[in-house]
């Protein structure tokens, strides 16, 4: 059975830093491309980063640009997503998913975390 589990979500104050953890089990994520996404209560769900399946390339969304980076460690098959400057706009519920094919679009993507929440609040 395939679990991502995410975890280092919490409260920051704006312009500080995060970094979202995304530890997979059933599945090697050496083999798959990871995407994180993001939701905002009555937002549609939103591309942040991606990266493929072998680090070798890298998809940015939008709200991310320069701010936010993305890495995995194989050895640990864990993805992280680095978030720095956070700002307000930035609260939201974030997912993992892992796909075969890195994309920016959420229905690519056949496993799914749970979620952790990113407040960011003074």
């Known amino acids: 059975q395939v679990q991502l589990v995410e975890s280092g979500g919490g409260l920051v104050e704006p312009g500080g830093s995060l970094r979202l953890s995304c530890t997979a089990s059933g599945l090697t994520i050496s083999n798959y491309a990871m995407g994180w996404f993001r939701q905002a209560p009555g937002a549609e769900r939103e591309f942040v980063r991606g990266?493929?399946?072998?680090?070798?390339?890298?998809y940015e969304g939008d709200s991310a640009k320069g701010r936010f980076s993305v890495s995995k460690d194989n050895t640990k098959n864990t993805g992280y997503l680095q978030m720095n400057n956070l700002k307000p706009d930035d609260t939201a519920t974030y997912y993992c998913?892992?796909?075969?094919?890195?994309?920016?679009?959420?229905?690519?993507?056949?496993?799914w975390g749970q979620g952790v929440q990113v407040t960011v609040s003074s």
């Open positions: 998913a892992a796909s075969k094919y890195l994309d920016m679009s959420a229905h690519t993507y056949e496993y």
């Open positions: 990266i493929s399946w072998n680090g070798g390339v890298t």
